[in-house]
């Protein structure tokens, strides 16, 4: 069946980076876009991220552009989110979702938690 | 990237209940419009994409229309287990914005 599961959250202190994966299975990885997607705490869904299924164009939020960078390895089936100076309201669940024609987010990861501290 | 609004913010029904939840966009975004419900611990689950069609295994008391500008997301017999957080998504070529979510307490 279909899974996406993030990877690399904890606490990390701002200014500091930390690099998120999602591995994915049960679908032909090279044929999907993935997002990240996030909530900070009491607070709703703020999309952050895409990347197309071949890697060949990237979107970014005006509030990580600049500092986020997204990317996708094929052999590994694992789209990473490289995340840099990190600022405390960058705190929040961070989920990555499957990208599906006309777009829309299909499957999602369970989400990990990203704590940035001051 | 284009705003969107949803309201109302938060809304409280019985079981069996007819509710809907607008949302408004401030550009023109043609039809691709999400809608998805979220559960607090969980992952968000898609219901309603390109503004009307039923994502495959989503009850059809979730229903999904357009007019104008404005996007509404209708649940025709509230059930327990649709006590949640809903949110519109924007979904073009390069935006994919969320509103700010409606929550529905049963």
């Known amino acids: 069946q279909v899974q996406l599961v993030e990877s690399g959250g904890g606490v990390v202190q701002a200014g500091r980076s930390l690099t998120l994966s999602c591995a994915v299975s049960g679908f032909p990885f090279n044929n999907y876009g993935i997002h990240w997607v996030r909530q900070a705490p009491g607070k709703g869904l703020e999309w952050v991220s895409f990347i197309w299924y071949d890697g060949s164009n990237k979107f970014y939020a005006e509030s990580v552009q600049g500092r986020f960078t997204i990317s996708r390895d094929s052999s590994k089936n694992t789209v990473y989110l490289q995340m840099n100076s990190l600022r405390v309201d960058d705190t929040a669940v961070y989920y990555c979702?499957?990208?599906?024609?006309?777009?829309?987010?299909?499957?999602w990861g369970q989400g990990i938690l990203v704590t940035v501290s001051s | 990237d284009s705003q969107m609004t949803q309201s109302p913010s938060s809304l409280s029904a019985s079981v069996g209940d007819r509710v809907s939840i607008t949302c408004r966009a401030d550009?023109?975004?043609?039809?691709?419009l999400n809608w998805y419900q979220h559960k607090p611990g969980k992952a968000p689950t898609l219901l309603i994409y390109a503004t009307s069609s039923l994502e495959s295994g989503v009850p059809s008391r979730f229903s999904g229309s357009r007019s104008g500008t404005d996007f509404t997301l209708t649940i025709s017999g509230l059930q327990p287990e649709d006590s949640a957080t809903y949110y519109c998504?924007?979904?073009?070529?390069?935006?994919?914005?969320f509103g700010p979510g409606t929550k529905v307490d049963i």
């Open positions: 550009l023109t975004i043609s039809n691709f």
């Open positions: 979702a499957r990208d599906k024609e006309p777009t829309r987010l299909d499957y």
């Open positions: 998504q924007e979904s073009s070529s390069t935006s994919f914005t």
